[in-house]
């Protein structure tokens, strides 16, 4: 029995070390797999290591066959020991993407206070600093979609009403397909409300039923709605910023670049959808799959048959409208990009083909955060590397608002 745990945990962990990249059968079941062990490698290691203390308590190094699971556990301890120290040095990380990106030390210091407890589950747990108004409507119809939480700072944590706080709008990811507000970088929510910040987390319409810009249309509508309604929750609708991860990454990032375009704005043109900086994490930048696989892959091929619902030969030019990778110009506000080197779906290349573009175009400074040995969707656990890169945006987003003019 320990040959076979030890067997089938050294496995797990060599797929968290190496996860077959997209355009593979196996991509996908490799991330599902890959993605867990690689963010929770601290818990791994226990799991791994009280499962072979029981079997070594009931007899498992009585045989030969024992010894060599135990010697394959070793190695498996070994490799996810290598994901944990690359997950320790997110800080550093951090700190020479913040330095080369603002050419200076950002506004806020740096900080590693980390909650055990936190780490320990993995869980965003409930915080007695945040209280959350759950299922606001921003849009009619669309039942359940177009409805967004509010995250904001807890009136008993506090003195006196918030007022004036800056506001992040986080897109959920899915593919396009999937997803809903409660799921992703509520660790990065529940901070930044810790911190007198009031988030703002939108459903959408999603695929195959909606296709695009509909899903853009209803983020625009939620950012129609914090600029007429944010300030009743103490939010600030002059300085609002976006963020969001895969899909999510491609539709905040969609939002920043095309500002005030009445193509996404229909009824709402006058509104002013403009942010003040963005924060895409492991973005789709590109829908014609360019980088890094091909464009019938994956999450490329579903763009075209469930999102965009046309032949990206044919319509071309709809697809590079559609890409934020084609958007950049030198309109783009700030921008923080950050990308895993292991990411499963979306390749690296990717990540790092926008950043040079931001730089190349923009006027603005550009951040960008690669993170060695993270994957995809890597920040929905509260883990070693989330809880670092989570400080960082905040401190990146402190130094944009510091610098800010109204």
């Known amino acids: 029995m320990l040959l076979v745990l030890s067997v089938v945990g050294l496995f797990l962990t060599a797929n968290a070390l ?17 993605w867990p062990v690689g963010e929770l490698a601290p818990q791994v290691i226990v799991l791994q290591a009280l499962g072979a203390l029981v079997l070594f308590l009931l007899g498992g190094l009585a045989t030969p066959a024992g010894w060599v699971g135990l010697a394959l556990a070793v190695v498996s301890w070994a490799g996810l020991a290598v994901l944990v120290h690359q997950a320790g040095q997110t800080d550093d990380r951090v700190e020479v993407a913040l330095r080369a990106g603002l050419g200076e030390a950002p506004a806020v210091p740096r900080s590693r206070s980390v909650s055990v407890l936190r780490l320990a589950t993995a869980l965003p747990l409930p915080d007695r600093r945040v209280e959350v108004v759950r299922d606001i409507r921003y849009a009619e119809g669309a039942g359940g979609r177009h409805l967004l939480d509010v995250y904001r700072p807890a009136a008993s944590a506090s003195a006196t ?76 609708p002059s300085f609002v910023v976006i963020t969001g991860g895969s899909a999510g990454g491609h539709l905040a990032s969609m939002v920043a670049l095309t500002a005030g375009d009445p193509e996404y704005q229909p009824g709402f043109e006058e509104v002013d959808t403009s942010v003040v900086a963005c924060v895409p994490c492991y973005g789709a930048y590109d829908l014609l799959g360019r980088y890094g696989g091909r464009g019938s892959d994956g999450m490329y091929g579903g763009a075209a048959r ?19 990778l084609d958007r950049v110009g030198p309109q783009a506000p700030p921008f923080m990009v950050v990308h895993g080197t292991l990411d499963s779906l979306v390749p690296i290349a990717e990540g790092r083909a926008f950043a040079a573009a931001l730089r190349e175009q923009s006027h603005e400074p550009v951040v960008f955060l690669e993170l060695p040995g993270a994957e995809h969707a890597f920040e929905i656990f509260h883990s070693i590397r989330s809880e670092a890169t989570v400080r960082g945006v905040q401190r990146f987003l402190e130094h944009v608002r510091s610098s800010h003019r109204p």
């Open 306 to 324: 469930w999102l965009m619902k046309r032949d990206p030969v044919v319509d071309r030019a709809d697809f590079e409208r559609a890409s934020p």
């Open 161 to 236: 009403p918030v007022t004036r706080a800056p506001v992040l709008v986080q897109v959920h990811g899915g593919a396009w397909i999937i997803g809903n507000k409660r799921e992703q970088a509520r660790p990065l929510m529940h901070h930044l409300a810790a911190n007198g910040w009031v988030c703002v987390a939108p459903n959408y319409r999603l695929s195959p039923k909606a296709t695009f810009p509909d899903h853009l249309v209803d983020v625009k509508l939620a950012m129609k709605w914090v600029r007429e309604h944010v300030a009743e929750h103490g939010g600030d």
């Open 18 to 34: 190496r996860p077959r990249a997209r355009g593979s059968w196996f991509a996908v079941p490799s991330f599902f797999l890959a």
